[in-house]
Nanobody, 124 residues
Framework: QVQLVESGGGLVQAGGSLRLSCAASGRTISGKAMGWFRQAPGREREIVAAISWSGDTIYYADSVKGRFTISRDNAKNTVFLQMNSLKPEDTAVYYC?????????????????WGQGTQVTVSS
């Protein structure tokens, strides 16, 4: 089992930045692809970014390309999401997820472990 705990969310003005962290425990994430998802009220959960086990393959949703950066530190069992130039439409609960395989996928059904989420609110 892998337990994931997100942190770093909060309230920020449009144009600002936040850095989300996802700390894993229980088992190492070094052999697992990781993803960040978000869910706004009344909307389905959507992928934001994903990173392969080694970090050599990264995926970004079109809506965040050029503004968000996903990274990982396997030695610290942690994944990060740096969010810059935030917009009000980025407001959502952000979730960290891990899958049992090394490769990046975009479907949330392919991720087995989930954190509890952290709220990100961007004011205009």
């Amino acid at each position: 089992q892998v337990q994931l705990v997100e942190s770093g969310g909060g309230l920020v003005q449009a144009g600002g930045s936040l850095r989300l962290s996802c700390a894993a425990s229980g088992r190492t994430i070094s052999g697992k692809a990781m993803g960040w998802f978000r869910q706004a009220p009344g909307r389905e959960r959507e992928i934001v970014a994903a990173i392969s086990w080694s970090g050599d393959t990264i995926y970004y949703a079109d809506s965040v390309k050029g503004r968000f950066t996903i990274s990982r530190d396997n030695a610290k069992n942690t994944v990060f999401l740096q969010m810059n130039s935030l917009k009000p439409e980025d407001t959502a609960v952000y979730y960290c997820a891990a899958r049992e395989f090394r490769t990046v996928v975009t479907s949330n059904a392919q991720y087995r472990y989930w954190g509890q989420g952290t709220q990100v609110t961007v004011s205009s």
